[in-house]
Structures are given as C-alpha cells and as structure tokens.
C-alpha cells in the first residue's frame, strides 16, 4: 500500500509543476490547497529538496520550486525517494536487493517469480510516467 508520505509527496509536486516559470510556492500554500498537514508537508518537502528533486527560496516570495522539468522527472525516482524499493520483497529488487532467509533456491520460489512480474510491471509504468504526465492528467 502507497504510505502518505509518497501520496502527498506526489500530490505536492504535481502541484509545483502546475505552477509556471519555476515560481517558488510557500508550503502554507500547498498545504491548503492540497490539503495535506502542513509539519508533515514540511518534512515531505525537504526530503525532496535533499534527493535534488526541489529547491528552496527563504524570505519574502520564498518557497518550494522544482529543480527540473515535470518532463524529467520519473515516477521511479519519486517513487524510489519517498517510498523505497518498489518491489515488494527484498529478493527481486534491482536497487536494494537482499537474499530471503527462508528461501533456499530463488529460481525454483512461487513468491520470487510472482514478485519479479509484478515488479517488472510497476517499473513499466513508473518509468513511462513522468510529473508531466501527472500535472496534465494524461495517465490512461
């Protein structure tokens, strides 16, 4: 299941890129309109700022802006920050692989090769999906 963190850092970064000419927006301002906790949207937001994924202006007309075109920016890359390995177990996992302490022989597991297809299909759509994609609401 998608953690709250993942679906209101999604829902904040579709909003930065509906904004035009990479204008900072406040995180008063996407907490409203987003309706997301403005401390948790604090965290969420420099999470995102730390992976190179946003940047920060302080002050008067200061806030949140993204570093890169929505056009640039995956869904595998998001997905990958916020949530961590998309697979859903360790032993299929191209980044953060890890061998199953239950599981003498990977090839010959039921689990194993269920969860590769599964992985293989969400990277499918993850890495044909881009904020872009989102912030016109072009997903089919």
Known sequence: MLS???????KALTYLA???HKI????????KSEN?????????????????LLASKKGKG????????????????????????ISMVPCVSLNFYE????CPDEKACAVHNLMIQVRDSSLQIF?????????????T
């Open 24 to 31: 900072p927006v406040s995180i008063a301002t996407i907490s």
């Open 4 to 10: 709250k963190k993942t679906k209101y850092g999604i």
């Open 99 to 102: 061998k199953c302490n239950d």
């Open 36 to 52: 997301i906790s403005l401390k948790f949207l604090e965290s969420i937001l420099l999470t995102l700022r730390k992976n190179g």
């Open 18 to 20: 509906k904004q035009e």
């Open 127 to 139: 890495r044909n999906t881009t904020l872009a994609d989102l912030s016109a609401s072009r997903i």
């Open 62 to 85: 200061g806030g949140y802006y993204l570093l890169k075109e929505p056009a640039e920016i995956q869904m595998t890359t998001v997905m990958r920050v916020l949530e961590g390995p």
